[in-house]
Each structure stands twice: as structure tokens, then as C-alpha cells.
């Protein structure tokens, strides 16, 4: 007999006078939790960036190393401590890259089975009735190397449902997806709620996406204490306040999209490109095929140019081209007289790397991939260090008579010193500042882009590209970028960003380029 | 690296048979240096190929490196090899003798006797497939296995991996400074990141594992069953017959000379 339901009774999870402090950290992520979470409740677990909601579910999951850190107290689910608890709760991670087990559809879906013990002849049903339930309906042999970011959120939702747990965990599985990639896993866990009896607990920004969906609330605050706890409705009309301060991003309806000036186009500026893209097509390799072609731009200072387009339409590329670091497959990307002043040519691309600085500034769409230095301070001093060496390297040029060139005064002026108040600054704004010994990897999702920013803002680019600048930030830091972007633009720099942030294109971007889908 | 699915004949036989074949020609191949038993089994082994059920394109990708790989064996044998008999040319330190031409020619053909099965053999076999078996009918460690499996998926993800750190190297400010001393920090430095972001990944990976029960004191079941079926056994004896026959030959034609003596 074999049973082809995924429903299963819900767990019941608990947290008792629960406190968790990692190594490498002094101060504790949770003291003294309590906490009830009844079987078959749906909770969204909400707090500011940074404040534990990932640990606490990390906990909940049983992943969470007893060596990792210190702690107290007991995490149960169904009575037992979590880490016992394997295969009775399910964690679907915000990362759909790196949560892809096996190479095939089907074996991926299976393998939580297989280490659970279950019996082959049971696993293949319950694999191809996971699939249906997220939505997922390609033969099981399907590699899973060319799935989009949503489809291997819903494989990872399918690999946990194949397990029929009592619990299933959410941390944040929409946090890199686009618009269309949150509808799929909205609909694919709508699915799963309907049909089984799971408890659910969901870790999210966005609020909007979940909001009627959860029978309960739970909010942190950024010790690790909760601040709020109720059905949705009695924690948005007695909380608004205090949820607006821990940076809870509302649903949309209730609008508490903070406020940013609005889009000033100004030409005090000159309407002069700093960068103009000239009959552009571009692709991750000259030979590669091309992600996005025959576009014309023209980056203007003291405006916002945002990139939209669904994913796989050549954005990024489109960026990194921009930014003078991947060459284009035809047409060129030139740089005005005055911002490439003081460079070897017009073309950024054969710029040096220091001659990029305070030109051109790159923020990546991943952030790790960025990081050189061991803490966040000297992440952030790496470029204007650079430029110092450039600056010691010029003054050594000068003493030669035959080599005097004049600085050009239109080139950002920059003192020969590392700008300590500018650095600290700079933290202080991006609320980084308390972390500043912390290493770049032990940050969270959204302070990692934050510091990605801020290392860019460093050296005061003329010119700043943005790769999803707003991807993990609470509404707070959202206001924070927004607002520093919006300085920035209104002093005169040019910015560039990628986007599938709508509230950032509304509340920023003088112009918007639409990219179509390659179709590849 | 991408795993090429490559359908075909041979995708159906257990990746132990093939292993056992290759490695049965392999062995064989290597007791002796004539030229006699290489080249009756680079013939048998051509006239297998066409019912392999690959396309001849596929053919040609899989085998090119051998093809060229093999005369460059074969030209060091011809330049540096024993010599002997008589003198066909000489020049500076080369001698090359009729006894050099011969072993360059039973070298050559060798590697591509060896080489042939052995790379169609690998290519045609699923590395899920051949977790299965190895952890299945040989039972090596499922931990092992399986996390060398998964971890295979991440390999493709170094070379974009490597790319991006160039390129945000560049837009960082450090990617400057020539000659080959600061060349070859910078490699090193953008190889230490590269492998602090696998670690990173592969921690991620291991948690996604982790949390979907992997490592637990569960025994383990599979959802597909290795099977080493009659028609693997029949593949293994085919391969072991077409050995027995290159020796044969070359036995009864006085051409082999066993290395090991």
C-alpha cells in the first residue's frame, strides 16, 4: 500500500529559555527565547536585517553545529531537541544556487528519502507528487544545471515535501528571485498549505508576498526578542510603528514605502553622457552568444538609468559591460573627454584598473564575490588605498621634469590621505558601522550589500553601477540606499542599476531601459 | 565542466562493467610493447564502434585529444626510444634505428588501443549512475559518494566563479601592477578566494544536505537500484574476448615481448 497524500500532521515547535551566541561574535543573537508555535500554524517570522531570523531557523532545522557557537536552553519540535528531529522539519534556503543536491530532477527530489530510508518502491510517488505540488512538471531525468532561480526554489521545496515534514521552514526563498520567480514559489507554498497539514515558518522581507497567507506573526527585534505576536491583522494595526522602526517592510497596501525625494531631473549637470553605449551587443564572452543587442545609451550625470527585464536578458552583462570590465561583442562603450581626463584612452575598458576608481564603481550582483580583506573596515579602505599607491606613484612621476601633467580639475579631487571620516562615515550611514571589525563573510545577506556598496562609494566615482543594489534590505536600509543614492545623483554622479526593484525604480530612476528576453 | 548527457547504447550498461572493461584492455595492453596486440585491438575496438550509438560528431569530440595526443607519444619514442638494428637517419643526438620506428609505431597505436575505450567507456557513463554502483554493488561509503557527487556539481561553478573574481579584482582597483611577479600574486591571492568561496558554497551545499537528513544514523536506501545485469556480464566477457584475442595473436606472430622481463 502505498500512500500518495503529502499530508502529514503538523509539528509543534518550541523554544525554551533558548539563547544562542556564535563563536565569533560577542554579543548573543537570542537570550532566554520562549516561544509556541502550534502544529498546523503558518507564522512569518519577521525582524530587521541582522537580527537572528536565520539562526533561529537554522536551529529549528537541526543545522545549526553545536560547535558553532554557544548555547542554552532547549529548541524542540514534537518534544524532541531539533537536532534529533531530522526529516521531521524541512528548510528551503534563500540561496537556489547552492541548494541543489544532485544532477537530475528526480534524484534530487528523491534523496531526502533515500537518507530518511524510506523504501524505493514508495519514493518515486512521493517524488512525482512533490513535483506536481510546486508546479515543477518536467521528466524526473531533466538535468537541473539550466533550471531558472525560481524552478530550483521549487525543486528545493519538492526535495522537503518528498520527506512529508511536520515542519517546513522558509528562510528567505524569494530573496533572489525575480517578480516572476516569487509568483511561482507564492503559488507552489499556497499549494503546499492547502494540501498538508505542515506547521510553516516563513523568514521574509517581504511582507506583501506573504501577508494573506500567514495565520500568524511573529517580529524580532534586532536583540533577538520578540516585539510583536499575532494574526496578521492585530500586529499591523497595534504595531505599525514600532514595525516601521525595525525596518518591516509592510504590504503594500497599508503603504509605508519610506519616503525619498522624488525623481528630480536636473540639468544643472549638463545633459552631456558621461558614458555613451553606441549600437552595443553584449555577452559573457566575445564568443558567447549575445545576451542583449543593439542598444544605444547615454549615461547622464545627476541621473538614475535603471535596467529592468526579466531574468536571463542580459542586465548584468549589460552592466559589467558599462563599467569598462567585460568587452562588448560589437559597438563600443566611450567615455566622455571629461571623465576620462587623466586615463590612458576613452575606453574604459582598456583603462587601468586604479584608473577605474574614481571613475566607474561596480557594485556586483554577488557580493562574496567581491570581498579582498579580512574585515569591513578594510574592505571598505581597499579602493582608496589603491588610489593612494596611484597618488605616491604620481608624485613620484612629477619629480621627473619631462612628466608634469596637471591633475584635471574636472577629475573628482582626492587628497593624497586615506579619508578615515569619509570611511566612517560611510559605515555609520550603511549601519555598518558596529561591525566594522566583523569579517565581510560572517555578515548577512543584506549587510553584505550594503558593504559591497559602500566599498564602490569609497573612492566617489564618478560614474556607479549597480547590480541589484537593494536585493535583502529591510525597509529601513532600503531608505537608507535610497536616500544616499538619491544624494549622490543630486550631487552629480551618474548612477546605473539593475533592478527587478519596482519600488526602487519608482521612488529613483529618471530613465529606464527595458531589456526583452533573449530567448536564451 | 558540464555533464554531458550522452545518449547512446552504452549509457544502458553499468558503469562497472565498464570500468571492468576498460580497465581488462588497459592491463592487457600494457604487459606487452609489440605492435602485433595493439593494433588487433585498436581494429576490433574501430569495428565495435559504430554500434556504440553515438553520432560520428560525438565520436570525434570525445576522441580528438587521443587522436593527437597519440603521434606525439609515438615521435618521442621515434626521437629518444632504444636503439637498434638498422640506422634509418640521423642528426645531432637523434638516432633514429629501425627498432625506434617500430616501438614509436606499437607506442602510438597502444595509447590509442587504451585510450579509445577507456575514453568512450567514461564519457557514455552518468556520474549519478556511477555513484549508484560503486556505493550499491561495491559498496564503498554512501557519505563518500554521494558527497563527492554533489560536490562535482559545484566544479562547474568555478569557472564563472573565476571570472567574476577577475573581473571584480578589476573594478576594485587591485588588478594593476605588471611583470610576472605581480602576475603571479594575484593568481595565487584570486586562487586563496576562489577556494574560500567553494568552501563557502560547499558549507551551503552541505547544510542544504544536512538538512534534508543526509548523514544521519538512518541506513540509507536508493531510489534507483544498481544493477549488474546478464547483459553487463556479457559486456565484461566481450571485452575480456576481444584481450584474449589481441594476445593470441600476437603470441602466435612471435611479436610479443612481455615488459616484465
Known amino acids: 500500500m502505498i500512500d500518495n497524500t503529502v499530508s502529514t500532521a503538523g509539528a509543534h515547535v518550541s523554544a525554551r529559555g533558548w539563547s544562542w551566541r556564535y563563536g565569533s561574535r560577542s554579543r548573543p543573537t537570542f ?14 517570522l519577521l525582524g530587521a ?127 533572489n528571485l525575480d517578480p516572476d520567480g516569487v509568483a511561482e514559489i507564492r503559488q507552489a507554498v499556497e499549494t503546499v498549505a492547502r494540501d498538508t497539514e505542515a506547521t510553516l515558518i516563513i523568514v521574509e522581507h517581504r511582507v506583501d508576498v506573504w501577508w494573506d497567507l500567514v495565520t500568524r506573526v511573529i517580529v524580532l527585534d ?59 551587443t553584449v555577452g559573457r564572452s566575445p564568443a558567447a552568444p549575445a545576451a542583449a543587442s543593439d542598444l544605444t545609451l547615454g549615461i547622464v550625470p545627476g541621473q538614475v538609468h535603471a535596467i529592468v527585464g526579466p531574468n536571463g536578458s542580459g542586465k548584468s552583462t549589460l552592466a559589467l559591460t558599462l563599467a569598462g570590465l567585460l568587452a562588448p561583442i560589437s559597438g563600443a562603450v566611450t567615455a566622455s573627454t571629461g571623465l576620462a581626463a587623466g586615463a590612458r584612452t576613452a575606453e574604459p575598458l582598456r583603462w587601468r584598473s586604479r584608473e577605474l576608481l574614481t571613475r566607474i564603481g561596480m557594485v556586483f550582483q554577488s557580493p562574496e564575490h567581491q570581498f579582498l ?55 555609520e550611514r550603511l549601519h555598518l558601522a558596529h561591525l566594522a571589525s566583523a569579517h565581510p563573510f560572517t555578515l548577512s545577506g543584506g549587510e553584505k550589500r550594503r558593504l559591497s556598496v559602500a566599498t564602490a562609494l569609497a573612492t566617489a566615482p564618478r560614474v556607479l553601477v549597480l547590480d541589484e543594489p537593494t536585493f535583502g534590505q529591510d525597509a529601513r536600509t532600503w531608505a537608507e540606499l535610497v536616500a544616499l543614492f538619491a544624494e ?22 529618471d530613465v529606464v531601459t527595458t531589456l526583452a528576453h533573449s530567448g536564451i | 565542466m558540464t555533464i554531458t548527457q550522452t545518449p547512446g547504447r552504452l549509457a544502458g550498461i553499468n558503469p562497472l562493467a565498464k570500468f571492468l572493461v576498460a580497465a581488462v584492455i588497459g592491463l592487457v595492453l600494457l604487459l606487452s610493447l609489440d605492435w602485433v596486440s595493439a593494433l588487433i585491438a585498436l581494429l576490433l575496438e574501430l569495428a565495435l564502434l559504430p554500434f556504440v550509438g553515438l553520432a560520428p560528431r560525438v565520436l570525434w569530440r570525445m576522441l580528438a585529444p587521443i587522436i593527437i595526443a597519440a603521434p606525439f607519444a609515438g615521435l618521442s619514442t621515434l626521437l629518444f626510444g632504444r636503439a637498434g638494428g638498422d640506422l634509418v637517419w640521423q642528426a645531432g643526438p637523434w638516432h633514429i634505428t629501425s627498432a625506434s620506428v617500430s616501438l614509436a609505431i606499437a607506442i602510438t597505436v597502444r595509447v590509442l588501443a587504451i585510450g579509445l575505450p577507456g575514453v568512450v567507456l567514461f564519457a557514455t557513463t552518468d556520474p549519478t549512475d556511477l555513484a549508484d554502483a560503486l556505493a550499491q554493488l561495491w559498496h564503498l561509503p554512501a557519505r563518500f559518494v554521494i558527497g563527492a557527487l554533489a560536490a562535482l556539481r559545484m566544479v562547474s561553478l568555478m569557472a564563472e566563479d573565476w571570472r567574476m573574481l577577475s573581473l571584480s579584482r578589476r573594478a576594485r582597483g587591485v588588478a594593476d601592477g605588471q611583470g610576472p611577479f605581480a602576475s603571479i600574486t594575484r593568481f595565487f ?73
Open chain 2, 189 to 261: 591571492s584570486q586562487g586563496f578566494a576562489l577556494l574560500v568561496l567553494s568552501v563557502r558554497r560547499g558549507s551551503v551545499l552541505a547544510t542544504a544536505m544536512e538538512a534534508r537528513a543526509f548523514g544521519g544514523d538512518i541506513p540509507r536506501t536508493w531510489a534507483r537500484t544498481s544493477l549488474f545485469r546478464p547483459r553487463d556480464v556479457l559486456f565484461v566477457s566481450a571485452g575480456i574476448l576481444l584481450a584474449v584475442i589481441a594476445v593470441a595473436a600476437s603470441l602466435l606472430s612471435g611479436a610479443w615481448n612481455f615488459v616484465i622481463s
Open chain 1, 373 to 427: 580583506t579580512g574585515s569591513v573596515r578594510d574592505e571598505v579602505l581597499v579602493g582608496p588605498r589603491a588610489l593612494d599607491r596611484r597618488a605616491l606613484d604620481r608624485r613620484a612621476l612629477d619629480r621627473r621634469p619631462f612628466d608634469r601633467r596637471p591633475l584635471d580639475s574636472r577629475a573628482p579631487s582626492r587628497p593624497p590621505a586615506v579619508p578615515d571620516g569619509r570611511v566612517d562615515e560611510l559605515l
Open chain 1, 222 to 280: 534586532s536583540d533577538g526578542n520578540i516585539l510583536r505576536d499575532g494574526t496578521p491583522h492585530a500586529v499591523l494595526t497595534t504595531a505599525r510603528e514600532p514595525l516601521t522602526q525595525a525596518g518591516i517592510w509592510l504590504p503594500r497596501s497599508t503603504g509605508n514605502t519610506p519616503a525619498t525625494s522624488p525623481p528630480v531631473f536636473t540639468t544643472a549637470f549638463g545633459r552631456d553622457p558621461l558614458l555613451t553605449a553606441t549600437a552595443l
Open chain 1, 488 to 509: 549622490l545623483r543630486n550631487d552629480g554622479h551618474a548612477i546605473v542599476t539593475v533592478t527587478h526593484d519596482e519600488r526602487l525604480v519608482n521612488a529613483l530612476a
Open chain 1, 31 to 44: 537570550t532566554a527565547l520562549d516561544l509556541e508555535i502550534l502544529p498546523g500554524e503558518r507564522v512569518l
Open chain 1, 49 to 175: 536585517s541582522g537580527s537572528g531570523k536565520s539562526t533561529l531557523v537554522a536551529g529549528l532545522a537541526g543545522v545549526l553545529g553545536a560547535d558553532e557557537g554557544h548555547e542554552s536552553g532547549d529548541l524542540l519540535v514534537d518534544g524532541a531537541p531539533s537536532r534529533t528531529a531530522r526529516g521531521r522539519v524541512g528548510l528551503v534556503l534563500q540561496d537556489p544556487e547552492n541548494q541543489v543536491i544532485l544532477h537530475r530532477i528526480g534524484d534530487d527530489v528523491a534523496f531526502g528519502c533515500e537518507n530518511l530510508g524510506i523504501p524505493p518502491a514508495q519514493i518515486w510517488p512521493r517524488v512525482t507528487h512533490a513535483l506536481a505540488a510546486v508546479g515543477l512538471d518536467f521528466p524526473l531525468d531533466r538535468s537541473t544545471a539550466h533550471l531558472s532561480g525560481g524552478q530550483k526554489q521549487r525543486l528545493a521545496l519538492a526535495g522537503v515535501l518528498a520527506m512529508r515534514p511536520g515542519l517546513i521552514v522558509l528562510d528567505e526563498p524569494t530573496a
